[in-house]
């Protein structure tokens, strides 16, 4: 049996990143232990009775054995939580976390972390809308892309580390990259940020429209909007605070988007249809190359199963 990366980890959080986590390091020889913590005292009790590890009385307590610390919270409290517990990490120990931003959340935990604990920011791509212990499963990062944003340069320990959380991250099932920071920011900016944030606003949208009634809305969503709904179910607390730590790039990805929505608004007024055609048609090339790449599947789902998703 092939040993476990990780004698013993610590999971701050356990909602549905953190249970996943959990569940997937047991299952495919991640970690040996796994120590659990959450501000929530029942979602960490009901993690508890899951079975997903060993709940700790304290952050202090959850991380100062473990050879791994996962903060798996949204990226605005992430700061606070690891100068909350960092000191209490021991030497050669490693600080990360699954935030969808890295800038700012790869300041703070190098703001707390004390000398000798190693700082990998992570990331990765994976998720649904749904949140809590229940909600995770072990195959969530099956052939998804886990994202790590090491510091530049390093010692042979730093980049010992690294490689180790990788090797972590690949036994989960996924699949590892290396990147810098800034262009993760940019990058998620407009592959999921810019994504939710459309979402939620033409949820909205829809939902304020006054010619147009909520009953129908509802009764006869088509499955473009139901997708839309689904990714706006996402939980809010998160996404607001993506937006907040994530604002420059989210700022940027959104101007470009504004000036091709102007664009496109001015050829439906125009009925020019040479230039609806084309776009469209390069739309779809980017979807059948997403299925290429096995980031999705072609098969029609139409209740969208997000376990498999």
């Known amino acids: 049996m092939t040993k476990p990366v990780f004698d013993t980890i610590a999971i701050i959080g ?17 970690a040996t232990n796994v120590v659990l913590w959450d501000q929530n005292s029942a979602t960490l009790g009901r993690a508890a009775e899951l079975g997903l590890g060993k709940p700790a009385a304290s952050m202090t307590a959850a991380v100062a054995d473990a050879d791994a610390v996962f903060h798996c919270i ?16 021991k ?12 800038g700012n959340v790869a300041r703070d935990l190098r703001a707390a972390a004390p000398q000798g604990v190693h700082v990998i920011p992570g990331h990765p791509i994976a998720g649904t809308e749904n949140s809590g212990p229940d909600a995770g499963f072990a195959s969530l990062f099956e052939g998804r892309w886990c ?6 340069g390093g010692d042979a320990d730093y980049l010992a580390a690294v490689d180790r959380l990788a090797e972590f991250w690949q036994r989960l099932g996924s ?13 998620l900016a407009i592959t999921s940020h810019l994504p939710h944030l459309i979402a939620y606003n033409i949820v909205a949208t829809a939902h304020d429209m006054e010619s147009v009634t909520e009953g129908e809305v509802v009764k006869f969503s088509a499955a473009g909007f139901r997708d839309f709904t689904r990714i706006a179910a996402s939980d809010p607390t998160m ?3 993506v937006f907040l730590n994530n604002r420059e790039a989210v700022i940027e990805a959104l101007g470009r988007f504004e000036d091709d929505l102007t664009a496109l608004r001015k050829a439906i007024r125009n009925g020019d249809g040479d230039i609806l055609f084309d776009l469209f048609t390069h739309a779809r090339g ?10 999705d599947t072609a098969a029609p789902n139409f209740g969208r199963d997000t376990k498999k998703t």
Do not use: F, N, Y
């Not at 030497?91 to 890295?102: R, Y």
């Not at 290396?178 to 993760?184: E, I």
């Not at 980017?286 to 980031?295: K, N």
């Open 91 to 102: 030497p050669g120990a490693i600080l990360t976390d699954v935030g969808s931003v890295k």
């Open 14 to 30: 356990v909602g549905l990143i953190g249970s996943s986590v959990a569940r997937a390091a047991k299952e495919k020889g991640g």
């Open 147 to 152: 994202i790590l944003t090491p510091e530049a």
């Open 239 to 241: 996404w607001r605070d």
């Open 74 to 89: 949204p990226v605005g409290a992430i700061g606070a939580a690891a100068a909350a517990c960092a000191g209490a990490m």
């Open 286 to 295: 980017i979807r059948r190359s997403i299925i290429e790449a096995g980031q």
């Open 175 to 187: 699949r590892v990259e290396r990147m810098d920071a800034t262009r993760h920011d940019l990058v």
